[in-house]
């Protein structure tokens, strides 16, 4: 019976020590950057922010070719629907 006692004491000490040497961790060493989405160009000439929303393009040379309805669409926030 001591026998038994002292051999599961010795395998306890051997696992004890390996769980102290041997990291062991269900988490990533490194933690990966957050993902931060950037507004991808549309059809329309604007772009789509982040949260969906129409983004319109105010560039001076962009604006000259527009015409008073499609801007007046983009003042309102709203994807243009004509040219």
Known sequence: MAAVIAGSMLIGG?????LQVIPVSAQSPTPAPPVVASPSPDSSGG???PGGK???NENPAHEA???????AQEDAGQRPTVK
């Open 14 to 18: 051997i696992g004890g020590t390996l």
């Open 54 to 56: 129409f983004k319109s």
């Open 47 to 49: 772009s789509v922010a």
């Open 65 to 71: 070719k527009e015409s008073p309805a499609r801007e």
